[in-house]
């Protein structure tokens, strides 16, 4: 069963001190989580100058990734749930003295967006919303006009002999609370029905995929 939000914040308070170690623990098992994040930071395909914003931006684990595309005069807008994920961001922020970082706590489907952004990323966060599908569409609406919106999660393979492999996944990514009925949420789905462009591209055995998105050049906005 899918965490509620109450214990997602819950379970991020409690890991958030120990988050990035953790996380590179993946390695471990060959999961190349950093390697990852430079693609779909990449994919985004930023200038400098621009204004990003990242959902579920933890710890700020792309801000180094994020801040190198858009340099000292673009914009970084990390957006959370946890408050102590958020303070281990600031922390970071604070560390490298970059002033042009912005962090909001907010549940992701809340999330007013700003107009007139150059691109929204997602990494291993989306799928824990439920509002994935308004999330994504209220992100397509904020965007510059052939500007990106990226994602890199978790999925099921569709490979039998990969499949195999999923009670090992899950019992890895249990603590961060992803569980099998998050299978059900396919959020590059959204992207498909609310932008254009659209990629899809699977690594890890087809266990996580990055997904990029267009902004049409059509100035109504998407309901």
């Known amino acids: 069963m899918a965490l509620t939000k109450e214990k997602i914040v819950d379970l991020y ?9 953790t ?18 930071t990449a994919a985004l395909s930023l200038r400098a100058g621009d204004t990003v914003i990242e959902i579920g931006c933890g710890t700020g684990l792309n801000f180094p990734l994020l801040y190198k595309a858009v340099g000292p005069k673009g ?20 560390e490298r003295g970059w002033k042009n970082v912005e962090l909001v706590q907010s549940d992701a489907g809340a999330y007013e967006f700003p107009p007139g952004i150059d ?8 799928t824990l919303s439920p509002d994935f599908d308004k999330v994504i569409r209220n992100g397509c609406n904020a965007l510059n006009p052939g500007k990106r919106w990226v994602i890199l999660d978790f999925k099921l393979p569709e490979s039998r002999l990969a499949g195999k492999l999923t009670p090992l996944l899950l019992f890895i990514t249990k603590p961060f609370g992803v569980r099998l009925d998050l299978a059900d949420r396919h959020p590059w789905e959204s992207l498909q029905k609310y932008m254009t462009n659209v990629s899809v591209s699977e690594t890890f055995m087809g266990f996580v995929y990055i997904a990029c998105g267009e902004r049409d050049h059509l100035s109504s906005q998407r309901g």
């Not at 308070?13 to 170690?21: F, M, T, V």
């Not at 408050?83 to 922020?93: E, F, G, I, S």
Request: glycine content about 8%.
């Open 23 to 40: 996380a590179n623990l993946y390695y471990l098992i060959g999961f190349r989580e950093q390697a990852y994040r430079k693609k779909a």
């Open 13 to 21: 308070r409690k890991r958030a001190g120990n988050y990035d170690l």
């Open 119 to 126: 691109g929204v990323i997602s990494t291993f966060a989306l």
């Open 75 to 94: 914009k970084i807008i990390g957006v959370d749930l946890t408050d102590a994920m958020l303070d281990r961001a600031r922390q970071r922020v604070n």
